[in-house]
């Protein structure tokens, strides 16, 4: 089955630095790539996602990039602010033959902002 | 147009007590994800459901576990005879029935103690 790393597992920048988390996956047939963003106690929340037909999705500060040869993406945040300090999950999936999508997540990336 | 609702949010059972987990989907949903997440780790896939099937189920634990999702109302997963192993919070994601829609949006999930 897929399986998805992540790092790193925390990281800390100063307010209006960049950020980057990255993820590798092992299963090649893997096609959806998604980020999640997770703050504390609430669900995991859809902020950018990409299908393996593109090589980059920019959303005004989010963009994620994808190597599908080298089977790796990732998420860059520019001009970081408090409020993005939260628990950053990607995940892999691919279409079964039924049509459906189960979702491989890493085990997360716990980004500090400080002001 | 509300988002995926699950109920209860909190939930405290002793051990060899069944837990019942709901889930409705975002109107228009009719494919329901179970996920679970232990502390500080990602999340994990449990189970696929359509109305009235189970497409998926490769990631339940075979024993005391179980879900459904009926033609009338909210998608249920049960624990029979909970465990201490079983207390995480258990997030349930929708996504509508088109093919081309790989999104999955997450209800505000139910955090499960067994005491």
């Known amino acids: 089955g897929e399986n998805v790393e992540q790092h790193p597992s925390t990281l800390s920048v100063q307010e209006g630095d960049s950020a980057v988390i990255k993820c590798t996956y092992s299963?090649?047939?893997?096609?959806?790539f998604p980020w999640y963003k997770q703050e504390l106690g609430k669900r995991p929340q859809l902020i950018i996602d990409?299908?393996?037909?593109?090589g980059e999705k920019k959303d005004q500060r989010i963009a994620v990039t994808l190597n599908k040869t080298a089977k790796h993406f990732s998420l860059h945040i520019t001009e970081t602010q408090p409020e993005d300090s939260a628990v950053y999950f990607c995940?892999?999936?691919?279409?079964?033959?039924?049509?459906?999508?189960?979702?491989?997540f890493g085990k997360g990336t716990m980004l500090l902002v400080s002001p | 147009n509300a988002g995926v609702m699950q109920n209860p949010r909190h939930l405290v059972r002793r051990r060899g007590q069944e837990a019942r987990l709901r889930c409705s989907p975002m109107?228009?949903?009719?494919?329901v994800y179970w996920y679970r997440q232990l502390p500080e780790e990602g999340l994990k896939f449990m189970v696929y459901?359509?109305?009235?099937?189970?497409?998926?189920e490769s990631g339940m634990p075979k024993e005391r576990f179980s879900a459904e999702f009926p033609k009338e109302g909210p998608s249920i997963l049960r624990i029979q005879q909970v465990v201490r192993g079983d207390s995480a919070a258990y997030f349930c994601?929708?996504?509508?029935?088109?093919?081309?829609?790989?999104?999955?949006?997450f209800g505000p999930g139910t955090r499960l103690t067994v005491t």
């Open positions: 994601a929708s996504s509508p029935p088109t093919a081309g829609a790989y999104e999955q949006y």
């Open positions: 299963d090649s047939a893997s096609n959806y």
């Open positions: 990409i299908r393996s037909n593109v």
């Open positions: 995940a892999a999936s691919k279409k079964g033959n039924s049509g459906y999508s189960t979702l491989t």
């Open positions: 109107k228009g949903h009719s494919h």
């Open positions: 459901l359509q109305k009235e099937n189970i497409i998926d």
